[in-house]
């Protein structure tokens, strides 16, 4: 488990997070003297709520055993039923509550059917219809199909983080084994910490409260509008104002299929006009040395749209870059010209580099949303634009210094060999850019709320 700068949040293996499942599991199996089995099937049936699950036992051990069908069912009442393949016949299994037999063919289809539909929530029952048996890790080491074996894994692991998901979640990256845990203790004293998103360390940024991207400035139900529909309209628009030009007479949107050579266009509304200057050919007079009108008044929102997006598209660019250099710390160090000096990095220092290019994947994100969040000012308070565009440049300032500042000092260390003061210099620079951009997106939520 590693902990950011901030220690709000963690970064857990899925190791780590097996653990922290396990250790509730055995809490509640040596308190009550259960087995291990029994207190996972309990934890599941109770959300993985140990203070309830401890005081429902506390009250009435037996009555809860009974009503989760962790108990012998009364063998009067129910058929000894086995249902097996020939292939099948030396290994028939039932849950320890009940005689019901099924071959390790009907086990599978059965549990391949109930858990592929992902219901972490839901206890798994025994497979004959009347039974109220609970099937728990005890059953499962009864089969011998692995495949199944870690599809029951899967299964009470995935209860355990949805029953946790306020505190725990995965990465939502695709491939990614990492977990994250929000400590909510300390959150009630730095609010700030999580401001701009979670940053995994595969380099994935995330919303903890939507799983989208981290979007801040932006709220959330914005930032689901624009992925949903708003980026789509900048970049059909950003199409039309590469590829098309309106007719000056209809303002019909008209693209030039022919040879680029040809000049003159003609619109379905039968009018024909010159690419470069919209002039007709009559009005040319047999002379093409025209100057190419580049700003069409009708064209105005295309073309306000298209820089929108060139801005969004070179802000992410950069982002990305930035994640590259985190993921790199992370998998193999700082990077270091001369072996010779290595070693000179403390454990500290790297953690200082880890947490200023943390910051910076962080505030990267910030910037770029800042794109969207100045689209939806543009739309609903326009007066205002120009003062959200002054705050963006001058956060963008603040975040190119912190970078300059990282590499003079990685530089000033490496080539004096005096690494005194690195830790503390990199640290000072990551804190005042982070209270920095801190401020900066409070202004603009705080100035104006809702957007």
């Known amino acids: 488990?590693?902990?950011?700068?901030?220690?709000?949040?963690?970064?857990?293996?899925?190791?780590?997070v097996v653990e922290k499942m396990k250790s509730e599991i055995k809490q509640i199996s040596e308190v009550f003297s259960l087995s291990k089995s029994d207190a996972t099937v309990i934890?599941?049936?109770?959300?993985?709520?140990?203070?309830?699950?401890?005081?429902?036992?506390?009250?009435?051990?037996?009555?809860?055993?009974?009503?989760?069908?962790?108990?012998?069912?009364?063998?009067?009442?129910?058929?000894?039923?086995?249902?097996?393949?020939?292939?099948?016949?030396?290994?028939?299994?039932?849950?320890p509550f009940c005689p019901h037999k099924f071959s390790e063919t009907c086990w599978i289809s059965y549990l391949n059917n109930l858990l592929e539909n992902n219901k972490e929530e839901e206890r798994v029952l025994c497979p004959n219809?009347?039974?109220?048996?609970?099937?728990?890790?005890?059953?499962?080491?009864?089969?011998?199909?692995?495949?199944?074996k870690e599809m029951y894994k899967r299964y009470v692991l995935g209860s355990f983080v949805k029953a946790n998901n306020e505190s725990i979640k995965w990465c939502p990256a695709p491939g990614c084994e990492y977990a994250i845990e929000r400590h909510e203790d300390l959150m009630e004293d730095d609010e700030s910490s999580l401001d701009f998103g979670v940053v995994c360390f595969c380099g994935h940024?995330?919303?903890?409260?939507?799983?989208?991207?981290?979007?801040?400035p932006v709220t959330c139900k914005d930032a689901s509008v624009w992925f949903s529909s708003i980026l789509d309209t900048?970049?059909?628009?950003?199409?039309?104002?590469?590829?098309?030009?309106?007719?000056?007479?209809?303002?019909?949107?008209?693209?030039?299929?022919?040879?680029?050579?040809?000049?003159m266009i003609t619109c379905i509304c039968g009018c024909r006009f010159c690419w470069r200057c919209f002039r007709s050919e009559e009005e040319h007079n047999g002379k093409w040395n025209c100057v190419e009108v580049s700003f069409q008044p009708s064209m105005g929102q295309e073309l306000e749209?298209?820089?929108?997006?060139?801005?969004?598209?070179?802000?992410?660019?950069?982002?990305?870059?930035?994640?590259?250099?985190?993921?790199?710390?992370?998998?193999?160090?700082?990077?270091?010209?001369?072996?010779e000096n290595y070693f000179s990095f403390s454990d500290g220092d790297v953690d200082a580099v880890m947490e200023a290019t943390l910051l910076m994947v962080q505030c990267r994100l910030v910037?770029?949303?800042?794109?969207?969040y100045e689209y939806f000012i543009t739309m609903h308070q326009s007066a205002k634009t120009q003062y959200v565009k002054h705050l963006r440049g001058e956060a963008t300032k603040t975040l190119v210094r912190h970078r300059a500042t990282q590499e003079e000092l990685m530089n000033q260390a490496l080539s004096s060999g005096d690494f005194s003061c690195f830790k503390l210099k990199l640290s000072a620079s990551t804190t005042t850019t982070g209270n920095y951009f801190h401020e900066y997106v409070k202004t603009l939520e705080g100035c104006f709320p809702g957007t």
Not at 46 to 75: H, I, P, T
């Open 1 to 16: 488990m590693e902990t950011d700068g901030q220690g709000v949040y963690s970064f857990l293996t899925k190791k780590d």
């Open 43 to 95: 934890l599941i049936s109770l959300r993985w709520n140990s203070f309830k699950a401890s005081d429902r036992l506390g009250d009435d051990k037996e009555k809860l055993m009974g009503d989760l069908g962790l108990v012998k069912v009364n063998s009067s009442n129910q058929k000894n039923e086995s249902v097996s393949s020939f292939a099948d016949q030396e290994n028939l299994v039932s849950t």
């Open 129 to 148: 219809a009347n039974c109220v048996a609970s099937v728990g890790p005890d059953t499962i080491k009864k089969l011998t199909e692995p495949a199944v």
């Open 205 to 216: 940024t995330f919303c903890w409260s939507c799983k989208l991207e981290s979007h801040r």
């Open 234 to 263: 900048l970049k059909n628009n950003a199409w039309l104002v590469e590829n098309t030009k309106r007719c000056p007479r209809c303002n019909t949107h008209v693209q030039r299929t022919d040879e680029l050579v040809l000049r």
């Open 305 to 339: 749209d298209s820089r929108y997006l060139r801005l969004w598209e070179a802000c992410h660019e950069e982002l990305e870059k930035s994640k590259l250099d985190l993921k790199a710390i992370d998998e193999n160090g700082i990077p270091i010209p001369t072996s």
């Open 367 to 372: 910037l770029k949303w800042s794109c969207a």
